[in-house]
């Protein structure tokens, strides 16, 4: 466009110049040949315009919007349009409470007030796409700052309206997936009127009161107390019984003895003993009274 209008302007300075009487007239041929040519030249770059991956373009002459768009590649167009870029890739527009992790430096967090009247923080990232055909609609409803008027304000809006219907704590627990669920289908729904197609919800973080946060800890606290008594009442119930099986085993075998116990399985173990000792290197040994029951001392 530039080489358009730059030529035209060298063919309208020649005109001027061969009506005068100086010696500039002389050439006033050779400035029109160069305007025609740099016309020209400016014509045939304005009518090849090529189009990035994962973009497209919109057609604009004298501010009419071409409902037809241009896809990726090289395309052939009226040297005179102007042509918007739109990404229809996907993008991600993140608002969080870190410094510098948002699209807005600072603190960019959403704050909302829960249904039990308690101020919560929620950082959010919003995956989003331009549908290609409705480039056109966008560029004339909206324009080409379609995230600033759109996709912020929109996604704000729906986790306040949506935030009052849950209490602190189920935001950051029990309800934080139906939470998410109901945003997502309200933006979703916003953003198919707009052009936009709504690919994803996250919800990083949570951030509830400090006062909240420390009864929750100290319930988590309390119940790792219980769960850890419980855990030692349980060992201590199994060391009892072990002993009372123990006790009675012992019993059983004393029973057994006291009332089983022959002269022939006392002579039995008389001699198992007796080989024991005789096998000891450093025992003496001395034997006693009748062959039935002898009596065995051991000594150095």
């Excluded at 973080?205 to 420390?214: D, M, Q």
């Amino acid at each position: 466009m530039f080489f358009i209008i730059l030529g035209l302007l060298v063919i309208t300075a020649s005109f001027f110049i061969a009506r005068g009487d100086s010696q500039a007239a002389r050439f006033s041929g050779a400035i029109r040949i160069v305007g025609i040519v740099l016309a020209l030249l400016g014509a045939s770059l304005s009518m090849f315009k090529v189009v990035d991956a994962g973009h497209v373009g919109v057609k604009t002459l004298y501010g009419r919007v071409d409902n037809d768009v241009l896809y990726s590649g090289l395309n052939f167009i009226n040297p005179l349009v102007e042509v918007t870029m739109f990404d229809v890739k996907t993008q991600n527009y993140t608002m969080s409470g870190t410094h510098d992790e948002g699209n807005k430096s600072g603190d960019d967090a959403i704050r909302i007030l829960t249904s039990d009247g308690l101020e919560v923080t929620i950082d959010l990232s919003v995956l989003f796409s331009v549908r290609p055909n409705d480039a056109p609609n966008i560029l004339k409803e909206i324009g080409d700052d379609y995230v600033d008027k759109i996709v912020r304000p929109v996604a704000r809006t729906a986790i306040r309206d949506n935030a009052v219907s849950y209490e602190a704590v189920a935001l950051y627990s029990t309800k934080r997936q139906e939470f998410q669920d109901k945003i997502f289908n309200a933006i979703n729904k916003s953003f198919a009127t707009r052009g936009l197609k709504l690919e994803q919800l996250l919800i990083r973080n949570v951030t509830l009161p400090e006062s909240v946060r420390k009864t929750i800890e100290s319930k988590i606290n309390a119940e790792q107390d219980a769960q850890k008594m419980q855990f030692v009442l349980q060992k201590e119930r199994q060391e009892a019984e072990r002993k009372r099986v123990e006790a009675q085993g012992i019993a059983d075998y004393q029973r057994i003895l006291s009332t089983g116990l022959s002269d022939k399985q006392l002579q039995y173990e008389s001699i198992i003993a007796q080989k024991e000792i005789a096998l000891s290197p450093n025992t003496k040994v001395i034997i006693m009274g009748n062959s039935k029951n002898p009596v065995i001392l051991g000594g150095n």
